[in-house]
Structure formats: structure tokens, C-alpha cells
């Protein structure tokens, strides 16, 4: 499954190096270190990306933040599964994807 996540957030070539190492919680079977800190620096570019997408389009301007409460709030998630869909494909952000906010 971690692998079909990161093909489907176009990560394919990142080496996750499945194994048992060592954590917070004991020896566990888990992605590497690396691995993990490689994945957590690209989800925070895609969660910076993301806000300034919403900043854009004005959700968060404090004169606007009124009216953007009481407007849908923007879901960075693809909306709900389509028959050709894959799991993976569903949960993956639209900024990832390069489709942007609607």
C-alpha cells in the first residue's frame, strides 16, 4: 500500500526501504529513516503549496474570512471515488496531482 501512495502522489522513484528499524515505539517494520524524513519534507512542500493556493484564491484574508467561513472550504482531497478510481488516487491532494483548487 505505501507504495501505491507514493506512485500516487508521483513519488514512484522514492526508495521507501521497507524493513525493521528502530523507533519511538521499539523495533518495528516500517519505512527507513530517511525514507520517513524524505516523505515529511514533501508532504510540508505540498501543505505550503496548498495554502498558498487557498491564499490566492482568498480564503484567507481576514476581510474575507467571513465569507469564506460560510462558502465550502476548499478540500486539497480529489472528491468522491469514481468506478475507475484506485484507492491511492482518491485520498491524493489535486495540488499534488498539478490540477490546483477548483
Given amino acids: 500500500m505505501d507504495q501505491a501512495v507514493a506512485a500516487a ?3 514512484s522513484e522514492l526508495d521507501l526501504g521497507h524493513g525493521f528499524h528502530v523507533t519511538k515505539q521499539g523495533e518495528r517494520y516500517t519505512i527507513s529513516e530517511p525514507a ?3 516523505v515529511l519534507d514533501r508532504l510540508l512542500a505540498l501543505n505550503h503549496q496548498c495554502y ?5 484564491a482568498g ?3 481576514k476581510a474575507t474570512k467571513k465569507a469564506a467561513e460560510q462558502k465550502k472550504k476548499i478540500d486539497c482531497r480529489r472528491p468522491a471515488r469514481r468506478a475507475d478510481q484506485t484507492t491511492a488516487e482518491i ?6 496531482t498539478g490540477q490546483g483548487l477548483p
Fill in 36 to 38: 520517513r524524513r524524505t
Fill in 52 to 56: 498558498a493556493e487557498e491564499v490566492k
Fill in 91 to 96: 485520498y491524493t491532494p489535486r495540488c499534488a
Fill in 9 to 11: 502522489y508521483g513519488w
Fill in 59 to 61: 480564503l484567507h484574508d
